[in-house]
């Protein structure tokens, strides 16, 4: 069964930059759309960008210009690449493809 693994969270200050990566443990990521999502205390998971198959990404406004999706050098690899990070960025942030979620990579924004 294909798995993911989120990684690259941590604790940054506000301004700061942090890059997740998504892997998969099969192929999936060619045929699918791949979205990241977070989810801070108290509150819903909520969509922050996708990428689909013909490579095209999508973001939500609170952060278009700031955050960028990506398709890594190892074809079962997705990025998020996350600039100029708020507080209100801090969450768990998960990826998502064919109904399938990681187990999340936990981003901490200091004010």
């Known amino acids: 069964q294909v798995q993911l693994v989120e990684s690259g969270g941590g604790l940054v200050q506000a301004g700061g930059s942090l890059r997740l990566s998504c892997a998969a443990s099969g192929s999936i990521f060619s045929i699918n759309p791949v979205g990241w999502y977070r989810q801070a205390p108290g509150k819903q998971r909520e969509w922050v960008a996708t990428i689909t198959s013909g490579d095209s990404t999508l973001y939500a406004d609170s952060v278009k210009g700031r955050f960028t999706i990506s398709r890594g050098n190892a074809k079962n690899t997705v990025l998020l690449q996350m600039n100029s990070l708020k507080p209100e960025d801090t969450a768990v942030y998960y990826c998502?493809?064919?109904?399938?979620w990681g187990q999340g990579t936990q981003v901490t924004v200091s004010s």
């Open positions: 998502n493809t064919a109904k399938l």
